[in-house]
């Protein structure tokens, strides 16, 4: 299985991700943790990105695009991989799918987990409020980061409704029910 998963910031997705990635036995990747690691770890990618992510923008595509090829050029990504948080923009749905096709990866399934946008504010504010440890999780970032995906990354959702298709999955309910309704779409 070669699964992009897509969803605006607060929809439970990277809950999600690595549920499903561990489900089937997929390595879960995410640009975002990879940003944060290097970060974390102080690398020159790092300092590179320090800013854009404290404030929530996105990071530039050719850098996004460049760290997601070499990661699925690993082997463990031979048997499957679940992308959480990349395609964030047309152009790196674009590149991804040109890189896909060299590698001969194509997607399998593309799952939108949909929440409407009053209850994604209220859960923003909720884990903003928890201290979820992330530095991005701050009321203030989290609304831009939701501004972005309404800006950017929707964008990424049609382009795929009008190419491959996309498994729109609710995303109401707990962990779990949405859990199940991933996994009856796979089925
Ligand atoms: P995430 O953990 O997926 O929410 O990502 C956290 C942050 O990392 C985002 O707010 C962006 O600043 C950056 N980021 C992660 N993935 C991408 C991407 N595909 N394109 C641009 N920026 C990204």
Redesign the pocket.
């Known amino acids: 299985m070669r699964i992009v998963l897509l969803g605006p910031?607060g929809a439970g997705k990277?809950t999600q991700a690595v549920l499903l990635a561990s489900a089937h036995g997929i390595p879960h990747v995410?640009?975002?943790?990879m940003?944060?690691k290097a970060d974390k770890d102080g690398t020159p990618l790092g300092l590179q990105?320090r800013s854009?992510?404290a404030r929530?923008?996105?990071?530039p595509?050719e850098v996004?695009i460049a760290l997601l090829r070499e990661r699925l050029q690993q082997q463990d990504c031979d048997r499957g991989f679940l992308l959480?948080?990349?395609?964030?923009?047309v152009p790196?749905a674009q590149a991804l799918n040109r890189m896909l096709v060299e590698l001969h990866k194509e997607l399998t399934h593309i799952i939108e987990i949909a929440v409407p946008e009053d209850i994604l504010i209220a859960r923003i504010r909720s884990r903003g409020a928890s201290g979820s440890g992330r530095s991005?999780d701050t009321e203030e970032v989290a609304s831009k980061?939701l501004k972005?995906f309404w800006e950017q990354t929707a964008p990424v959702i049609e382009y795929y409704r009008k190419s491959q298709g996309v498994i729109e999955v609710d995303g109401l309910g707990t962990i779990d029910d949405v859990a199940t309704r991933i996994g009856a779409v796979l089925q």
């Open positions: 910031p990277g995410s640009t975002g943790e940003l944060r990105v854009i992510l929530g923008d996105l990071v595509d996004v959480d948080g990349f395609p964030r923009t790196q991005d980061r972005v």
